[in-house]
Nanobody
Framework: QVQLAESGGGSVQAGGSLRLSCTTSGLTGRRGCMGWFRQAPGKEREGVAEIDPGGAYYVDSVKGRFTISRDNTKNSLYLQMHTLEPGDTAMYYC?????????????????WGQGTQVTVSS
């Protein structure tokens, strides 16, 4: 059974930093795309960052502030977030796909975690 579990969310002031982690279990086979998505109240889920063997990809609003990384030896995915803004407030989800990344399309993903809340106050 595949499981993804996010952690590291919390409440910070604008300009602060957080590091999200996603621990996976049960994933086998080829290492495909893993990514972070977020959903704010009343808004659709949007892609934040993705990573696959070809590289890392970011939505424009987080470029230069967020860094995605993965450690396959620990079956983990990370999102280092700096210079956080109130607009970053959302539930953050990690996802996994057996295929390579395709433009932060959440329909491309096979598995999801339950999410971790990030709240940034001004």
């Amino acid at each position: 059974q595949v499981q993804l579990a996010e952690s590291g969310g919390g409440s910070v002031q604008a300009g602060g930093s957080l590091r999200l982690s996603c621990t996976t279990s049960g994933l086998t086979g080829r290492r495909g795309c893993m990514g972070w998505f977020r959903q704010a109240p009343g808004k659709e889920r949007e892609g934040v960052a993705e990573i696959d063997p070809g590289g890392a990809y970011y939505v424009d609003s987080v470029k230069g502030r967020f860094t995605i990384s993965r450690d396959n030896t620990k079956n983990s995915l990370y999102l280092q977030m700096h210079t956080l803004e109130p607009g970053d407030t959302a539930m953050y989800y990690c996802g996994s796909s057996q295929r390579w990344c395709l433009g932060m399309n959440d329909a491309w993903y096979d598995y999801w975690g339950q999410g971790t809340q990030v709240t940034v106050s001004s």
